[in-house]
């Protein structure tokens, strides 16, 4: 008996796989891992996205994939035979700033670039996972059913998020001639040969599962800044990461825990707050909800958002910086400004993993995410860059709750957005949402 399982994967973010060009560089480029045989082509191992796999098929594993590392060695009794990736991916960089957390504004030397690969956005899957094994596909076919992979690094940051679009599978027996004339007479090579072989095979009715969601909210953005609008990469697909969602949300998040009294991460270096490689304390709610390098993966994971990337929408002013000496112009400073007109973003957040025993209690720390969230509505924070100059004014218009909040005796809910006090410093509002246990969720 042989069989055969093609995946086809479309995928619903960027992805990342790979590392940096030389030690040097480690500070601030990542280069994305090339096909040996082509280089301008990303490559993607197997191994990732059968580690996802296991992780998904749950007390399956080892049955599918063998036992874990440190238990008696067998052989995997499904094979990963590869993967091939649409010809349509392209990678793109991809530019970020490190923030100071002690004075909150973007951090010298922080500067850094990295290497992602777009989905095609073509309406096939993006790449397509092969797998084999001389088995009865049964047990492999219920995990695949439900399974959502991850792709890469960056994960939490909304980074390779993808679902399965396609499941095809066929088993031969060997001991059958024509079944045994199909596997010897297929004079194909490679991924083309399974293709070939799997013509006409039965395909599998896929189970949608959606993340736990957090927390889903629909804005309305006014004057978000540009970079550049005649960057290929803004043309071809505008995100707005989930790199700048989750900074913008923690730098908020930890602001009202200090406000209030809750755990959270010290200032760095003590009061003067100037250490630029400050990356959590790893020990704090916090950490544990949005990770740090000391505590590995938070619990959430905050979703890329689609924006406008029209260049005919974008609008353009000049601006010329002031001499502080003269309080006149400064001479040579013009510069451009480009901004998106309003538009709407979504913001997703959903659980990533579930809170470890013995980390420390996190209930509170979605409550305060609310609280952010209308710190945004009351436009005491922005998004994106020259929020001090009125840039990336916010308004919350839709909001979905993956916890339960409390209502009012007229039955209608309290401290959802619209309800919010002004200010931080709110304590009972804290206090006034039942937040949702992860295995609930």
């Not at 599978?169 to 490679?190: C, M, R």
């Not at 901004?339 to 025993?357: G, Q």
């Not at 209930?363 to 924070?381: C, H, Q």
Request: aromatic share 6%; proline share 8%; net charge negative.
């Amino acid at each position: 008996m042989r069989t055969y399982v093609r995946v086809g994967i479309a995928l619903l973010s960027p992805f990342r796989i790979g590392g940096w060009l030389s030690h040097d560089d480690a500070a601030n480029q990542t280069r994305t891992v090339r096909d040996p045989a082509e280089e301008d082509r990303p490559f993607v191992p197997s191994t990732g996205l059968v580690g996802s796999l296991r992780a998904h098929a749950d007390d399956k594993a080892e049955e599918l994939f063998g036992p874990p590392r440190g238990g008696e060695l067998k052989a995997s009794p499904w094979w990963a035979l590869g993967v091939r990736l649409s010809d349509d991916l392209t990678i793109v960089q991809r530019g970020q700033t490190s923030i100071n957390r002690g004075r909150r504004v973007a951090a010298s030397r922080g500067y850094r670039t990295s290497d992602e690969v777009l989905p095609a956005e073509t309406g096939r899957p993006d790449l397509y996972l092969y797998l084999s094994s001389n088995r009865p596909p049964a047990t492999l076919l219920e995990v695949l059913a439900t399974w959502r992979p991850t792709i890469g690094a960056g994960i939490t940051s909304g980074l390779g998020d993808a679902e399965v679009v396609q499941v095809l599978y066929k088993t031969f027996e060997t001991t059958s001639p024509a079944d045994l004339l199909q596997l010897v007479q297929n004079g194909k090579a490679g991924p083309e040969r399974i293709d070939a072989l799997l013509a006409g095979a039965d395909e599998l009715e896929l189970v949608k599962q959606p993340p736990a969601l957090v927390l889903q909210a629909t804005l309305r953005v006014e004057d978000l800044l540009v970079a550049d609008r005649d960057d290929p990469a803004w043309r071809r697909a505008s995100l707005f990461h989930g790199s700048a969602w989750k900074g913008i949300l923690r730098s908020r998040v930890t602001y009202i825990a200090r406000c209030l009294g809750l755990p959270c991460c010290p200032v760095p270096q003590g009061d003067d707050g100037t250490a630029e490689d400050w990356t959590g304390c790893g020990a704090c709610p916090v950490c544990v909800v949005f990770g740090s390098a000391e505590s590995g993966q938070g619990c959430w994971a905050f979703s890329c958002s689609e924006q406008v990337h029209d260049p005919e929408t974008v609008r353009e002013r000049h601006r010329t910086a002031i001499d502080r000496f003269t309080g006149g112009y400064r001479s040579g400073a013009l510069f451009p400004e480009q901004t998106l007109p309003s538009h709407e973003l979504t913001l997703t957040v959903h659980w990533a993993r579930k809170p470890d025993l013995g980390e420390p209690d996190i209930s509170w720390v979605p409550r305060a995410l609310l609280r952010a969230l209308g710190d945004l509505n009351d436009g005491i924070i922005g998004l994106g860059g020259r929020t001090g100059s009125g840039l990336g004014r916010v308004s919350v218009r839709e909001l979905e709750l993956g916890v339960e909040a409390e209502h009012g005796p007229d039955g209608e809910p309290i401290c959802i957005i619209p309800g919010l006090p002004i200010g931080p410093a709110d304590t009972p509002l804290i206090n006034k949402l039942a937040v949702k246990e992860p295995a609930d969720a």
